[in-house]
């Protein structure tokens, strides 16, 4: 494969636009939703545990949707298979917003939010393969974790200017907010340069060369030791992600914490999170992947387990920033190691593969923190999500070393 710079001449700048710029957008377009759904349905007469399950439904679009979109973004090429993400999930928000106007718009907003997980799940893999491919391997965790660092900052901004206009719209301006977001990434999607490979072909399916285009049976076989062993630590890290989100909150309601407060410490958390993206990047390009793999799950397997121990605001505010620490510094790692890991040949399979496991993960994780509160206790569950950090820290000591030499970093 050849990119389309050599890595003595490349710049992150030359492809900072049209990479990252697409992302912010659509994720700026995913915050300004996500804090409506459940209160959209609700509206629409569904009760709360049913509102719960709609917000749900796109993380489950994007998890079972994976290994399509590998399909889809190899058939298409990454610059088409982002530009139609964009637009399948501007027209899933535009439908959402629509929803309260018709006579089954419950029905309306569930499918909405279904497709708009599919459409996240082409688009994240369709432009990690497309960094994977085109930023030479001495930059690609710095490439990667920006690239996570734009997912954050999008999710950041998004519920404020989605709660702007709500002012004049009412709860469809948060989805007006959303279609118009990402049809906007859509367009920027377009601004793409195709990957020209040694073939000659760029995007689509590589035509020229040499052999059929590997199976998705066949990748998983060839690769079934880097999907079953570093797979188990990309899973376990994204539950422990996942649970970190609802820890804070739920912690802040068990101290009496009103909601200006677990909002606050939320915030501050989130915006440590998004400030130290680069330089775990670069340090992942100079020193290996180790060297932020095993702190970050630490930290936040640490932080999990001070939670509980935690008596007011202070003692919460100072956990929940170590939390955001080990998070911001892993921004960007599972895509790095999907791209580490995944072979020249069959690459979209693989990372189809690959994101299917951390999905995995992102619903597990929650699901293991209700089910130890409501058997147990709100602690013994935040303390579960803590093993989990250490457990990821120690599938990684031990595997990525081990698994060293199938990559150069």
């Given at each position: 494969?050849s ?53 749900t ?13 590998s ?17 399948l ?66 999710v950041?901004i ?8 709500m ?5 469809a ?17 377009l ?67 009103d ?12 915006a ?76 979209g399979?693989?990372?189809g ?35 989990l ?21």
């Open positions: 494969m990119t389309t710079k050599t890595s003595t001449t490349f710049s992150l700048r030359s492809i900072a636009l049209p990479a990252f710029g697409p992302t912010v957008l659509f994720c700026l377009g995913e915050g300004a939703v996500l804090p409506v759904v459940a209160l959209s349905a609700r509206d629409l007469g569904a009760s709360a545990a049913l509102s719960a399950l709609l917000v439904l796109i993380g489950v679009g994007s998890w079972l949707f994976n290994i399509p979109a399909l889809i973004t190899i058939r298409f090429g990454e610059r088409w298979a982002i530009t139609g993400a964009g637009a999930g501007a027209l899933a928000l535009v439908a959402a917003a629509l929803a309260p106007q018709l006579r089954q718009g419950l029905w309306l907003l569930a499918v909405a939010m279904t497709i708009a997980g599919m459409a996240t799940s082409v688009f994240n893999l369709a432009r990690q393969k497309y960094l994977t491919e085109a930023v030479p391997v001495e930059f690609r965790a710095r490439a990667l974790s920006t690239l996570g660092g734009s997912t954050r900052i999008g950041f998004g519920p404020f200017v989605g709660a702007a206009a002012q004049f719209l009412g709860i301006g948060a989805y007006w907010v959303g279609a118009v977001a990402m049809a906007a990434a859509a367009v920027l999607s601004t793409i340069p195709d990957l020209v490979h040694a073939s000659g072909a760029s995007g689509g399916a590589r035509k020229g060369a040499k052999g059929p285009e590997p199976t998705l049976r066949n990748v998983a076989s060839a690769h079934a030791l880097v999907l079953f062993a570093v797979g188990t630590g990309v899973l376990l890290l994204a539950a422990l992600r996942a649970s970190r989100q609802v820890v804070i909150p739920l912690w802040a309601d068990h101290l009496g914490l909601a200006t407060h677990a909002s606050l410490i939320y915030g501050v958390s989130g440590i999170d998004m400030l130290v993206f680069y330089p775990a990047g670069k340090l992942m390009d100079r020193k290996g992947r180790l060297w932020v793999a095993l702190p970050s799950t630490l930290i936040m397997g640490i932080s999990l387990f001070l939670i509980p121990l935690s008596g007011g605001f202070v003692g919460l505010g100072l956990a929940a920033m170590l939390i955001g620490f080990g998070n911001g510094i892993s921004s960007g790692l599972v895509m790095t190691l999907g791209a580490d890991f995944s072979p020249d040949r069959g690459r399979q693989f990372l593969l690959w994101r299917f496991i951390a999905d995995a993960g992102s619903t597990g994780g929650p699901l293991l923190l209700s089910a130890m509160t409501a058997a147990v206790s709100l602690a013994a569950g935040i303390w579960s999500c803590g093993v950090g250490l457990a990821a820290a120690a599938v990684f000591a031990v595997a990525l070393p081990k698994l060293k030499h199938r990559r150069n970093y």
